[in-house]
């Protein structure tokens, strides 16, 4: 067939790339983009363990409260380094006019979307493991024992977060004053994620007697569900011109 | 009172809104016939609350702040889903007085929102014994508050009226998605918070101001967004305007019109 239109002079058409290729070439250029500078990665770290850091001295040396409040400690960490990656993963978009570059490739925006999202949650998902020993070290926790559910609490809450984190950047990085608009639409929006997101940790950490973790974890996924949807179906409006 | 005088206030309001919306020509004081019948039906609404409607006898009369704060919460949600229905339609339809109804009913929801949240928590102290609680209804309650706090800020934020009306617009429906656990809350998680009462479960006195006061809000929600509509849609008329409307030698500025 090739051959034929060849002979006819029309010329080969590439066959436009599906949509999960696409999104995995986005989020591998990211995974690029980071691997070579380092510097999100490394900022998000110092940022996240000074947080930790100056919780625990807000509250003085009192270990039971340091304990008691861990988790909730734990996810204000990650969702303050939050707001910087996902403010940075746009950032490189914005300039030189990349997400322009990026539309006319042609890239689905709702690929830009998945491989946003899906390079931001591994990000924090890291970061969580990073601020790990550092709960164990600074807030005497123990977590051996649910060291499984811990990192599914860690891996739901980080995506509940990416989600409607990854299209409210991609608005903020556009409009006047984005680092205080950023924070001001995600953190209203997240509060049942954090909410479930700490309880399920605090039940982890503390024990689950009342076998209440099953419920947050449905919240959690109920959220999640949501907001991946939402996202993926209005990203595409957000970046339009 | 019967309960039929409420129905036929309510009726009277939603019928004026009709022949607002149906006959152009009617735009110019259907809305002053709307107010009046806002303003005083609040003030008489008031009265009967408080002087007419019988003692909760558990609750007292600690229970009559009911008879504002039950409406003001509905029209905040009402205003607030109408915002929702013109985020969406905007999105298909790219027409900006959409924009300017959603921007109006976020403002109008956010209002009558806030003092609904607020007279529940004045209710909230004698009768719960503390002003807040992060019960669920409150809970979704307070974020709705900020997320649409936040909505209108971002409105500030952007300077291109396209832009800012398709963001709006998508901020907006993801800001929506609290409204129905807000109003679900107290059915899934039985806590704190009464459940939604209906016509069959309260003394029928008691219900029939509940709607005369419904009606009367109604009322008033309708001029509150009509005019807040007016103003956004006179912001857009200028927004649009400017570039075309200066004369053509008027410095550098390329003018479209010459």
């Known amino acids: 067939m090739i051959d034929a239109s060849a002979e006819r002079g029309i010329a080969f058409r590439p066959q436009p790339i599906g949509l999960f290729h696409s999104a995995a070439i986005v989020f591998w250029k990211d995974l ?4 070579r500078t380092r510097a999100r990665l490394n900022a998000l770290i110092f940022f996240a363990v000074a947080t930790l850091l100056l919780f625990s001295f807000a509250l003085g ?7 008691q409040n861990a988790a909730g400690y734990l996810w204000l960490g990650i969702l303050f380094a939050s707001v910087l990656s996902l403010g940075e993963s746009f950032r490189v978009e914005t ?3 990349s997400m322009d570059g990026l539309k006319l490739a042609p890239v689905d925006a709702r690929a830009v979307f998945l491989g946003k999202a899906v390079g931001n949650g591994p990000m924090l998902f890291a970061l969580s493991f990073v601020l790990l020993p550092i709960l164990v070290a600074l807030y005497d926790v123990s977590i051996a024992g649910g060291l499984a559910a811990l990192v599914g609490v860690l891996a739901l809450g980080c995506a509940a977060i990416t989600a409607p984190g990854t299209i409210y950047a991609a608005i903020a990085s556009n409009a006047r004053a984005r680092d205080v608009l950023l924070p001001l639409l995600l953190f209203p929006l997240l509060v049942p994620a954090l909410l479930a997101s700490v309880k399920a940790s605090a039940l982890v950490l503390q024990g689950d007697p009342m076998h209440q973790l099953g ?8 959220f999640n569900l949501i907001y991946w949807g939402l996202g993926f179906t209005l990203f595409p409006r957000v970046v339009e011109d | 009172m019967p309960t039929w005088t409420s129905y036929v206030l309510l009726l009277a309001v939603l019928g004026l809104f009709g022949v607002h919306l149906a006959v152009p020509a009617t735009r110019a004081w259907v809305w002053k016939v709307l107010a009046v019948l806002g303003v005083g039906g609040v003030v008489s609404g008031s009265y009967l609350a408080l002087a007419v409607a019988p003692a909760d006898h558990e609750m007292g009369d600690v229970y009559r702040i009911m008879f504002a704060h039950v409406p003001e919460v509905w029209m905040a949600l009402l205003a607030l889903c109408v915002n929702f229905g013109a985020s969406v339609a905007f999105l298909f339809r790219k027409d900006l007085s959409l924009d300017a109804l959603s921007e109006a009913c976020a403002e109008v929801g956010l209002f009558f929102g806030t003092i609904g949240v607020l007279l529940g928590a004045i209710w909230g102290r004698p009768t719960w014994g503390v002003w807040w609680d992060w019960d669920p209804r409150l809970t979704t309650a307070a974020i709705m508050l900020v997320v649409y706090s936040g909505y209108l800020a971002l409105r500030k934020f952007v300077d291109d009226p396209e832009k800012r009306a398709t963001w709006s617009a998508v901020v907006g429906i993801i800001a929506a998605s609290d409204l129905p656990i807000l109003w679900f809350s107290v059915r899934w998680w039985r806590s704190l918070h009464q459940r939604q009462s209906g ?9 029939s101001i509940l709607m005369w006061n419904t009606a009367a809000l109604m009322a008033l929600t309708i001029v509150f967004a009509y005019q807040r509509y007016r103003i956004a849609q006179a912001t857009r008329a200028r927004e649009v305007a400017l570039p075309s409307a200066l004369p053509p030698d008027s410095g550098d500025v390329p003018s479209e019109a010459a």
Do not use: F, V, Y
Not at chain 1, 32 to 35: A, F, K, M, R, V
Not at chain 1, 215 to 222: E, H, T
Not at chain 2, 199 to 207: C, E, F, L, S, Y
């Open chain 1, 61 to 67: 040396p009192d270990t039971a409260l340091l304990r």
């Open chain 1, 95 to 97: 300039e030189n006019s």
């Open chain 2, 199 to 207: 016509a069959g479960k309260m003394d029928p006195t008691i219900w």
């Open chain 1, 215 to 222: 419920s947050w974890l449905g919240l959690l996924a109920g």
């Open chain 1, 32 to 35: 690029l983009i980071e691997w």
